[in-house]
């Protein structure tokens, strides 16, 4: 009977769309945040659904507008987010099913922590790691929201008149939430493992939770702090969103790449130009892609290749993180406090740093980095080539590129500019047309 009731469950989270994630009528899907032995089936249909829809647009439209996806097809969305730019309108389909699916995510997480506290579970420790998923789930969907809007709804309203906070604030709150539920894990031992046992046959709850913080930390300024975090990580566990290849496949395998529509794949190179071309020699572009030779795609405007790493077979598992990150975050928290020599340090780290010697099998296994170790720019000129390369496809290139050169189009003239010599093509998201026409709050959309 449990069994059936997670079942259910399951069916209940990956089905409703509404905006606000919430049908009155539906009283199965109420009653299932009153009864406590509905929720691990609760956070396994939100885990799962993000996993798979989610996580397909986080790839698809940032990996398009930072130019390391190209369009091969004949459809509107994919194109508008390759040119960018003032081509891109708040009708683009992928913007607005990833604006959708990340409220719908956190939707679920909010109604979570709505109801939890009132109830009893036969293992209290239950309680305690229910409830810092949620958060997590909470921080992460408002952060990915951050990373891709200017501003961002506070939280989900059933009557769809969600007031919007700046980005950075949303960051803050994310921030708050992860180490809430840091502090919560650490002063109830063994609740992770009830979070370890569920999610995913690999997850290390406590490390997600500070490597999620850590990149938040960084963005926000915060660089000691996201030092600390990111510090903390052990980067010797793997966290990953798990697929059977059945009835949940990996979705940029099933998708984005393999599917009989295909629509977009990786450019060649990493979609990096000029100087940010990967080395000769570096083995993360063989783990990444698989070159193409004479492929015949007449509306693609790159040379194509085929996606190798997490997304070559529909049972891949996609890591929630990649280690490289952590010890990037540190180099640039280093190097944005000017402890240049630290920097390069730990930027030799990921370049010497072997297949073998990453839980992913990431590694550059290049030489130490012989430029200018006493430029601060050039410095972090190179953490974010390295950033680039380590984390290809995991939808942070677009945000940490606009961290990196907040200016880089100011100056552009989009009426002659070849959009696609550009390293990204917006700084934000415009909102969807659906929220602007439903939602009086929403804010201006920015220029670009």
């Not at 839980?359 to 390295?386: C, H, M, P, R």
């Not at 200016?407 to 659906?434: A, C, G, H, K």
Request: charged fraction near 25%; aromatic fraction near 12%; charge should be negative.
């Amino acid at each position: 009977m449990k069994k059936i009731l997670i079942i259910i469950l399951i069916s209940l989270s990956f089905y409703n769309c509404k905006k606000e994630f919430e049908n009155n009528n539906n009283v199965t899907a109420d009653a299932a945040y009153q009864a406590p032995l509905a929720y691990p089936g609760i956070i396994l249909g939100m885990t799962k659904d993000f996993a798979i829809n989610s996580y397909n647009e986080i790839v698809r439209g940032p990996g398009l507008t930072a130019h390391e996806l190209g369009n091969i097809g004949t459809y509107i969305t994919e194109p508008e987010l390759e040119r960018g730019g003032i081509a891109l309108t708040s009708e683009n389909s992928s913007i607005t099913i990833l604006f959708n699916h990340l409220h719908k995510n956190r939707g679920i997480a909010e109604k979570i922590l709505e109801n939890i506290d009132g109830l009893h579970f036969d293992d209290p420790l239950k309680k305690v790691a229910y409830k810092a998923y949620a958060k997590f789930f909470k921080a992460i969907t408002t952060g990915y929201m951050a990373q891709y809007w200017e501003k961002v709804t506070e939280k989900n309203d059933p009557d769809n008149q969600a007031n919007y906070i700046d980005r950075m604030t949303a960051l803050q709150n994310s921030v708050d939430l992860l180490g809430n539920a840091i502090a919560d894990l650490n002063n109830n031992p063994g609740a992770e493992d009830f979070i370890n046992n569920l999610v995913s046959y690999e997850f290390s709850f406590k490390d997600v939770l500070l490597a999620f913080k850590a990149r938040y930390e960084i963005e926000l300024g915060n660089y000691q702090a996201a030092y600390d975090d990111a510090n903390a990580v052990d980067l010797t566990k793997r966290s990953v969103w798990s697929y059977d290849g059945g009835a949940i496949k990996n979705p940029i395998y099933n998708i984005a790449i393999y599917s009989t529509q295909k629509r977009y794949k990786p450019i060649d190179s990493l979609g990096l130009l000029n100087t940010q071309t990967p080395e000769l020699g570096d083995k993360r572009n063989e783990f990444y892609l698989e070159y193409i030779t004479n492929a015949s795609y007449p509306d693609a405007h790159y040379q194509i290749d085929d996606p190798k790493g997490f997304w070559d077979t529909d049972d891949k598992p996609i890591p929630v993180y990649l280690p490289g990150e952590m010890i990037l975050i540190k180099a640039e928290a280093k190097a944005r406090m000017n402890q240049l020599s630290d920097a390069v340090s730990l930027i030799d780290d990921i370049r010497t740093k072997t297949a073998a010697q990453d839980v992913f099998g990431v590694g550059a296994e290049l030489s130490a980095w012989t430029g200018n170790a006493t430029n601060q720019q050039d410095v972090l000129d190179e953490i974010y080539k390295n950033y680039a390369i380590e984390l290809y496809m995991q939808g942070q290139r677009w945000p940490i590129h606009r961290r990196f050169y907040p200016n880089y189009l100011d100056n552009v003239d989009w009426n002659t500019v070849d959009v696609y010599s550009l390293e990204r093509v917006n700084n934000f998201y415009p909102y969807p047309y659906q929220e602007r026409a439903s939602n009086p709050n929403t804010p201006p959309d920015p220029a670009y």
